[in-house]
C-alpha cells in the first residue's frame, strides 16, 4: 500500500527524477531539520525528497508543514487542512516564474492529500503511541 502511494505521489505531483529540493544549496536550521517536508511523514527522507518540495521559485515546504502541524491537531476536520494546504500552495506559486504551471502542480498536490491524507494521518497517529 505505501509503494502504491509513492507511485501515485510521484505521478500527480510530476517528479522526473531531475528535480532537487528548493534551497538544496541554501543550508539552514530549518534545511538540517527537514529538508523534505512535502510527502507522507512515513516515508523515509530520502524517499519523501522525491516529492515537489517547489515549483521554478515557489517554495512549497512551508505550506507542507503547516499541513502537517494541522494533521496532528486533535479532532481536526481534515478537509479544512487541506483547503488550507491548498492556499497555501496558491500563494507559493506568486513566486514562481511559472505561476500558471505552478497552480496547476498545486492542484495536483491537494488531490494527492485528498486522496491519501487520511492513511497519512492514520500513520502518524500511530507513530504517536
Given amino acids: 500500500m505505501r ?12 517528479w522526473s527524477g531531475a528535480d532537487r529540493p528548493v534551497g538544496a544549496d541554501e543550508p539552514s ?9 512535502c510527502g507522507p ?3 523515509p527522507l530520502r524517499v519523501r525528497c522525491r516529492v515537489r518540495q517547489g515549483f521554478h521559485g515557489a ?4 505550506a507542507c508543514r503547516a ?3 494541522c494533521y496532528e491537531i ?8 487541506d483547503l488550507g494546504f491548498l ?16 497552480r496547476r ?4 498536490m491537494y488531490a494527492m492529500v485528498r486522496l491519501g491524507g487520511g492513511i497519512a494521518i492514520r500513520a502518524w497517529r500511530r507513530s504517536q503511541g
Fill in 105 to 108: 502542480v498545486s492542484r495536483r
Fill in 29 to 37: 536550521e530549518t534545511w538540517a531539520v527537514d529538508p523534505c517536508p
Fill in 87 to 102: 492556499r497555501d500552495l496558491l500563494d507559493a506559486c506568486d513566486a514562481s516564474c511559472r505561476p500558471a504551471a505552478c
Fill in 74 to 81: 486533535p479532532c481536526v476536520n481534515r478537509a479544512a487542512c
Fill in 3 to 14: 509503494a502504491a502511494i509513492l507511485g501515485l505521489t510521484l505521478v500527480i505531483t510530476g
Fill in 67 to 69: 499541513h502537517d502541524r
Fill in 41 to 43: 511523514s512515513f516515508l
Fill in 59 to 62: 517554495d512549497f515546504r512551508d
